[in-house]
């Protein structure tokens, strides 16, 4: 921390506020999970609307959105959820790909779409520590998981004008039908009847859902197979012997024991990260 800082002094912390990058990778032998955005491509589309790169670290909510005073200007964007966005008690254009905050003044967000994470990345990128080659929170890893009232926040400050060539324009899904995937390694342990049945039934995501991983509402079937402790991955598709499947999510294990029956495509992750409980789907093999 230097006085080259600007900080975000966090008025109220909102839902599982928190900071995330693309991950932490290369640790999976210690068993360190990846972390990481939830939504991949809602915090990608954030980056670039303010110059940043992709490797940037920004804040994600999910449902109750922080209240954050920026102590020095900046520009910043929000992505993922829909929101009225007001700076101090002036409501801004939610359509704006970038957005100007001079010193001193309150960011505060009201979710008004569907959607479950939000994005707000700042021109520069947040500087808190990296560890392990990334700022992405993580409880045993980073001394912060989530957000708390009173902490500061560090950022480069943007004094200059900057000009945005981007135009924003929502990609979070309301009817969703297909979320693709791949064969997952023991996906042929299942019958040919089982696959059919699989990639025909249609699922939701319940109210048993965190960043570890999403349970699906609808049970396939029940089983007792179990295999030997092997690699999971965020996007990793689960089948407990209950007949629930689950879906890993950013902050999931390194090694599990159930059945690894599909793979999420990078694109499908951050698609069921967002889905709200009534929306439903099937899976689609690629």
Same mark, same amino acid.
């Given at each position: 921390?230097?006085?080259?800082?600007?900080y975000i002094q966090v008025i109220q912390a909102g839902?599982?506020?928190?900071?995330?990058?693309?991950?932490?990778?290369?640790?999976?032998?210690?068993?360190?999970?990846?972390?990481?955005?939830?939504?991949?491509?809602?915090?990608?589309?954030?980056?670039?609307?303010?110059?940043?790169?992709?490797?940037?670290?920004?804040?994600?909510?999910?449902?109750? /959105?922080?209240?954050?005073?920026?102590?020095? /200007?900046?520009?910043?964007?929000?992505?993922?959820?829909?929101?009225?966005?007001?700076?101090?008690?002036?409501?801004?254009?939610?359509?704006?790909?970038?957005?100007?905050? /001079?010193?001193?003044?309150?960011?505060?967000?009201?979710?008004?779409?569907?959607?479950?994470?939000?994005?707000?990345?700042?021109?520069?990128?947040?500087?808190?520590?990296?560890?392990?080659?990334?700022?992405?929170?993580?409880?045993?890893?980073?001394?912060?998981?989530?957000?708390?009232?009173?902490?500061?926040?560090?950022?480069?400050?943007?004094?200059?004008?900057?000009?945005?060539?981007?135009?924003?324009?929502?990609?979070?899904?309301?009817?969703?039908?297909?979320?693709?995937?791949?064969?997952?390694?023991?996906?042929?342990?299942?019958?040919?009847?089982?696959?059919?049945?699989?990639?025909?039934?249609?699922?939701?995501?319940?109210?048993?859902?965190d960043r570890m991983g999403i349970q699906l509402s609808?049970?396939?079937?029940?089983?007792?197979?179990?295999?030997?402790?092997? /690699?999971?991955?965020?996007?990793?598709?689960?089948?407990v012997p209950s007949g629930k499947l689950i879906a890993?999510?950013?902050?999931?294990?390194?090694?599990?024991?159930?059945?690894?029956?599909?793979?999420?495509?990078?694109?499908?992750?951050?698609?069921?990260?967002?889905?709200?409980?009534?929306?439903?789907?099937?899976?689609?093999?690629?």
């Amino acid at each position: 921390m230097t006085d080259q800082y600007g900080y975000i002094q966090v008025i109220q912390a909102g839902l599982y506020t928190s900071i995330q990058d693309k991950g932490r990778f290369g640790y999976f032998s210690e068993g360190i999970p990846i972390a990481g955005c939830m939504d991949s491509l809602s915090a990608e589309r954030a980056n670039m609307l303010v110059g940043n790169t992709n490797e940037e670290a920004l804040i994600e909510w999910s449902v109750l /959105p922080p209240k954050l005073k920026f102590l020095a /200007p900046t520009y910043i964007a929000c992505t993922g959820v829909t929101a009225n966005i007001f700076i101090n008690t002036i409501k801004v254009d939610n359509t704006a790909a970038c957005i100007y905050i /001079p010193a001193n003044a309150t960011l505060s967000l009201k979710p008004i779409e569907h959607g479950v994470y939000g994005y707000i990345a700042i021109k520069g990128g947040i500087k808190t520590p990296k560890v392990l080659a990334s700022r992405s929170w993580f409880s045993g890893v980073t001394s912060d998981a989530v957000f708390k009232k009173g902490i500061q926040i560090p950022y480069v400050p943007s004094h200059k004008k900057y000009q945005h060539h981007c135009k924003l324009t929502s990609i979070l899904p309301s009817k969703v039908s297909i979320l693709e995937v791949y064969r997952g390694p023991e996906y042929d342990l299942l019958t040919k009847q089982q696959q059919n049945k699989l990639m025909l039934q249609k699922f939701s995501v319940s109210q048993l859902r965190d960043r570890m991983g999403i349970q699906l509402s609808e049970t396939f079937e029940e089983h007792e197979t179990s295999i030997l402790s092997s /690699p999971i991955l965020p996007g990793t598709i689960q089948w407990v012997p209950s007949g629930k499947l689950i879906a890993l999510m950013r902050n999931a294990q390194t090694i599990g024991g159930y059945p690894r029956l599909l793979q999420l495509t990078e694109e499908a992750i951050s698609t069921i990260a967002q889905l709200n409980n009534n929306v439903s789907f099937s899976f689609a093999l690629v």
